[in-house]
């Protein structure tokens, strides 16, 4: 399966970036693909994660929106879950959806990491970073803000 073989690498790499100790799996259950026992996994189905209260704040959380039960979830659903794991649940967020899901996890400030590459591959692979969201601009310093020797030179 090409899907697991994306997955396992793409760990590979967050886990280079930033260590992770704890992950959620919400849509699968990938224990038998499990190549990093250092990751301690926990699993919850799509309806099960809905209802489950806060109980901790885990390193990463991956979510596959492309199985037969996220299939089936209204859009208003789907974005409950991902705003529930990007607001409380986890620093970073690994999405595996379909090609239809691009404007809601595009909305929510997801990135996309990894096209689809042939026209009948239907899985995209998209990222929430809360380390790297929001890039710094360019004129967020103090050169542009509240300089003394600007005041009587430019009208604000």
């Not at 038998?32 to 099960?48: A, D």
């Not at 979510?63 to 649940?89: I, P």
Request: net charge negative; with cysteine; proline share 4%.
């Amino acid at each position: 399966m090409a899907e697991q073989n994306v997955i396992t690498s793409m760990l590979d790499d967050l886990m280079q970036q930033q260590p992770i100790s704890t992950a959620l799996c919400i849509g699968q259950n990938l224990a038998e693909y499990q190549s990093k026992p250092t990751i301690q996994w926990t699993y919850f189905n799509v309806s099960g994660f809905l209802i489950q209260p806060f109980s901790q704040r885990y390193d990463l959380a991956l979510v596959v929106l492309n199985t037969n039960e996220s299939l089936a979830l209204a859009s208003q659903h789907k974005s409950q879950l991902l705003v529930k794991l990007r607001d409380l649940m986890a620093k970073t967020i690994v999405v595996v959806a379909t090609p239809a899901d691009a404007t809601l996890l595009r909305a929510l400030g997801f990135t996309q990491l990894i096209e689809p590459l042939q026209a009948n591959q239907d899985f995209v692979i998209w990222q929430f970073n809360i380390l790297n969201y929001k890039q710094v601009p360019d004129w967020l310093n103090a050169k542009f803000w509240a300089n003394p020797e600007n005041w009587d030179k430019f009208r604000w």
